[in-house]
């Protein structure tokens, strides 16, 4: 009898999904293959998010000396938003891969609630099928990964306080008006 059996599932060596000798995958900007963590997708969406605004200012800018008028600022809009639209799906791709879910479950995230779970659900720890875990975060992840929380925070208690404040120099001014 043969030692091989014919009903096992094949067995393939990937180069891409090995370990290495470090035992940690390295981070792919531009490829849905991969993992990326929770803090580090933070961290890129809010340097993607920067990234995008200045694209699409400094396109803005370049049509409006062009003189090509709205039309000209639309598409440089438009081109911008393709740019963030691609990239940030690539991320998601690489966030759901860090979950050990299929990159099509990034879908998931268009229903508004749902797309919490990708910021809130640790990715799995070891190797998954998608490969070696990521590499551990740097001070500079932590750090700009901590401030996509603040700056929705500070948006919340802004958005909340400003009418506030308008609301209450209206009424001092009323009151003190002859």
Do not use: E
């Amino acid at each position: 009898m043969s030692s091989n059996n014919p009903f096992a599932p094949p067995g393939a060596v990937v180069a891409d999904v090995s370990q290495g000798a470090s035992g940690y995958q390295p981070v792919r900007f531009w490829s849905p293959n991969g993992r990326i963590g929770r803090l580090r997708y933070l961290a890129y969406t809010m340097g993607l998010t920067i990234l995008t605004a200045l694209l699409g200012g400094v396109l803005g800018f370049i049509a409006g000396l062009s003189g090509s008028g709205a039309t000209g600022g639309s598409l440089a809009g438009a081109v911008a938003g393709l740019f963030g639209l691609v990239a940030s799906v690539v991320l998601l791709i690489q966030r759901s891969h860090d979950m050990d879910l299929s990159g099509w479950t990034c879908l998931l995230a268009l229903i508004p609630i749902v797309g919490l779970y990708w910021l809130f659900k640790g990715g799995t720890p070891g190797p998954n099928r998608f490969g070696a875990p990521p590499p551990p975060n740097t001070l500079f992840i932590k750090i700009v990964g901590l401030f996509f929380p603040l700056i929705f925070v500070v948006g919340i208690v802004t958005a909340i306080a400003l009418p506030a404040y308008q609301s209450y120099t209206m009424r001092a001014k009323a009151m003190h008006a002859p």
